[in-house]
């Protein structure tokens, strides 16, 4: 059923700094798990259907590892604050509007309908603290194609009278959402979401570390993002020798299940070193750490030392959903952390980047984000006739330049997740 | 004949601070002049043609202070190293190949054709040292309808065999384009384009000087981009104050005509103070700020101290045309300037922004970039509705919104200048 051939110019990371490509080759899916890419098509697969995009650049699907979908409703505004008064003036109000699910419907469905024309085929999803209206986005994720992991928000503190939980309710609503939906779906995942320290009570962390082990569950949320954020979490849990030692008390730091943290902007080396131990995934989100003044994650570091991480396109902190975007932002905010806050830590390159974006982020759902053998095949072929040039250009060179300039959602020409075609 | 009226729903700056927003209104326009909005059609123009572009925005064009034309062609490649080596690898080669007509005719002809179909109504562009090819872009742009100002590049020391002129050469090529060109177009002129110091020998320089006066031409260079770059100026003039003083010896800085330099990352106060006595415009270019890892412009400081100051795309150190992302980029890198170089600079509004994409950088071209009475009438119209969202949104969000994710060309749908219309 999902074996067929992609015919076109292929491109995927080996790893962070090898960069393959593969022009005019053939990447061959068979029951939805990639068997490689080939100069000519192996004679154990000459039967199946091809897919002819010649021409055409052949990527593996974009990971988003940090987003929120409530916040696409006003992506591009308000960003006229650093983060915590951000979450007042804009988030919050926002996110309490999705008590009301004819206005969840509309909101998701505009949402869904984005990330279904984007370029993602997996992402990791913020919902709000209500548990109708996140089913209700899970739903609708279901029918892109796409595989995400989705939470329903906890916070039982520090918000307004119109989003806010008691920890009691929020666990009991937290586990009633496991349990609907943890087997309802085929690519839609329940994902633990505190939404960080200074919204949530010791109680509901506590409740929420259990949950994770009990079901098994991931763990999304942010870490270290902003000076005063931090210097709040040292406040609210004076026993923590780090933000990120809060979430490890409770066991949801990677201690059950594996966990992606939003940001890492401010990191010390003791919870670099508790992340390293314990596999946590970075999710680097290079446009709210601009759009909302946080700063600029130290990437270079977290590549140097082989830590898990991939890139989120964090809406709203993030303007658009775009993780060509990200991957531009990303590079364009190395060079600034050279420049600005530590020249020993060179900027990113493209491959970087791009591994990033795909394979690095992809970790996080398991084998996925390169045409190796045995990944899960996820594939979208762009149309990069649409950025002319005089010159003959590399595969390399179209693969940095569609990077650079591939926000025209015209290019996308096909996309693919576990092997089915999705767009 | 050129006298209308556009409907729908517009924006412009009567300020840099101050945005004004008129829903559903009319925008009249009088032989190429604008003669302000309105709310209802006064009755001396009521026999006027009404495009009606009801529930889009009508903004005034963009205007681009300083763009690179011949590296359009490397556009988003090869930004893995800051600007002497980017130079040196990247833009002096592609510059060279604009000696072969054929391939700058091809090469020009994408550039111009981007240049239409984008949302810049004006433009200062450099060409490359090469007379012919830079007057066969003038006649490209000509041909878009916008208004821009052209150069041809000036360099005679510290380049490739492959891209230099005696200064002799650099200056009878020159004064002969300055009389081939002046009066050849309607809306395309000449403008004076010594590369920077280090391209140029104090004799071109002076010899520059002397044409910028006699024939009453506007100049364009760059300014203090690097510390590299800065530091080199000083060996290459130890005679000079500040880099800026190196043009203003030679009455390049505005002594003569207007002048617009590029970047301004590193001006000390006394080159500041200089650039203010003599009116010089910045073209801030937040891109190639990041690109090519030169920092970050104070632009809060030139926007409090009343300079003339715009955006520039600043292709290829900047990796698109669009002024919406320059407008982007110049909010997220003043929002970096202030939580890493300075927190006393206030990070920028988008009203701010948009003034220096509008009537900051339209005040190069006279009275332009604003839709009061005696401006000339350039617009774009746009339909914000490619970017769906469930709640109200004001005017003001919707051009915010607009600024943020306007990178879609399939948004534009009209675009005047000089009450023209082009697009």
Known sequence: MNSFIIKGDICYSADKDDLLTFEDSYAVCEDGVCRGVFREIPDRYKGLN??????????????????????????????????????????????????????????????????????????????????????????????????????????????????????????????????????????????????????????????????????????????SENPSEVEWVKELCPWAESYGAAYDRFGLFGNHAKTVMAHCVYSPDDEIELMKRNGVFIAHCPASNMNVASGIAPVRRYLDEEMNIGLGSDVAGGQTLSIFTAMVEALQVS??????????????????????????????FGKVGAFEDGYEFDAVVIDDSLLPHPQELSLKERLERTIYLGGDIRALKAKFCKGIKIA
């Open 50 to 223: 091809v897919y002819d995009h010649s021409g055409m650049l052949v990527i593996p699907g974009m990971v988003d590892l940090h987003t929120h979908a409530p916040q696409y409703a006003y992506r591009g505004l308000g960003m006229d604050h650093e983060l915590l008064d951000w979450l007042e003036l804009y988030a919050f109000p926002e996110e309490a509007k999705y008590a009301d699910q004819v206005y969840a419907d509309k909101a998701y469905g505009i949402f869904a309908d984005a990330v279904k024309h984007s370029a993602t085929t997996r992402a990791v999803i913020f919902g709000t603290l209500h548990r109708e209206a996140t089913e209700l986005l899970m739903d609708k994720l279901e029918q892109t194609g796409i595989v995400s992991y989705v939470g329903k928000v906890n916070m039982d503190r520090n918000s307004s009278d119109s989003l806010i939980e008691t920890a009691a309710d929020s666990l009991k609503e937290t586990e009633r959402f496991i349990l609907e939906t943890a087997d309802k779906y085929k690519n839609t995942h329940p994902i633990i979401t505190p939404r960080f320290v200074p919204s949530c009570t010791d109680e509901l962390m506590e409740g929420l570390g259990k949950l994770c082990e009990k079901y098994d569950i991931p763990v999304q949320s942010h870490l």
């Open 335 to 364: 060079r600034l952390y050279w420049r600005l806050v530590d020249d020993s830590k060179k900027p990113l390159s493209v491959p970087e980047a791009f591994y990033m974006a795909t394979r690095g982020g992809g970790e996080f």
